[in-house]
């Protein structure tokens, strides 16, 4: 008995000091960690401060971004502009809460210093309808058009029944893209992430099921894939999420693409822009 009671004080002891040295452990997060979840909040707080009007659109629920990011990101690869390092953090919004986006926006972070650094905005248009989206840093876009042009897919198995069935109908669509990305002279096979970085369904629009997929440098997305279903039929469009030149086909055979977005006006449908921000501690 004795034996016994000594046993089981001892494993107590144990537990106890190891419970209290992971609580020490965890009262005090590292600071890398501590400093990529700033940079998320940061981020959010950027998107949080966007207004967006329209005079075309008049649901709420589409002049709204979605609270959590599509995708995060980084890319040591490259450089920033203007001699900035690279790419330290980075994500990818949607702007309307349901169907296919009213527009994606990526806020990208370069550092140029131990505690400031460069906000980068690549923003595109994926409606033909005008809207209006400024924030109190200066940032101001006004689309009125779009650069996506859905097309039919051919060679394609009608549309399953069912989401999980037309899931994987996607995936093997998708792979009959391919991408490349050349920046300052270096060429690049972009890999298709396996997973779409959205899900969608518009009754009224006759979309029966979408998916947003993304062909990325490591995890930095170059091109973005939208492949739509009626309940019939298969379509696709492409469009543009980064300053470098694109090369794209399907099935072999090359896709027009986008026009650069980075310094193009605040009126075109596929724009960039750049400030100035300091880091989060």
């Not at 209290?20 to 979840?37: C, I, L, M, N, T």
């Not at 995708?71 to 169907?99: I, V």
């Not at 200066?138 to 399953?160: D, F, H, N, Q, Y």
């Not at 959205?198 to 009224?204: F, I, M």
Request: overall charge neutral.
């Amino acid at each position: 008995m004795f034996h016994r009671r000594t046993a089981r004080a001892l494993a107590l002891a144990i537990l106890l000091v190891g419970s209290a040295a992971s609580a020490g452990e965890g009262s005090e997060a590292p600071k890398a960690d501590r400093a990529v979840k700033a940079r998320l909040e940061m981020m959010q707080e950027v998107i949080d401060d966007f207004q967006v009007r329209s005079a075309q659109i008049e649901s709420p629920a589409a002049l709204r971004f979605r609270q959590h990011p599509l995708l995060r990101y980084n890319d040591q690869t490259r450089p920033g502009a203007g001699g900035a390092q690279a790419l330290l953090d980075a994500t990818a919004w949607r702007l309307g809460e349901h169907g296919r986006p009213l527009a994606v926006v990526t806020l990208e972070v370069y550092p140029d210093s131990e505690k400031t650094a460069v906000m980068t905005y690549e923003m595109v248009s994926l409606s033909p309808l005008a809207f209006e989206m400024k924030n109190s840093r200066g940032v101001v876009w006004t689309p009125s058009s779009t650069e996506l042009a859905m097309a039919p897919l051919a060679k394609a198995l009608e549309p399953a029944d069912s989401k999980r069935a037309r899931l994987v109908q996607m995936r093997q669509l998708a792979r009959r893209f391919t991408v490349q990305a050349e920046w300052r002279g270096e060429k690049t096979e972009c890999r298709l992430l396996a997973q779409p970085i959205d899900r969608y369904d518009d009754e009224a629009a006759g979309i029966l099921d979408g998916a947003a997929f993304v062909f990325a440098n490591g995890t930095n997305p170059e091109m973005g894939l939208l492949v739509e279903c009626s309940d019939k039929s298969w379509s696709y469009g492409v469009f543009r999420l980064t300053a470098a030149t694109l090369f794209a086909q399907l099935d072999g055979k090359s896709l027009n693409l986008p026009s650069k977005g980075a310094e193009s006006p605040v009126e075109a449908p596929t724009t960039g822009t750049r400030h100035s921000i300091d880091l989060p501690e």
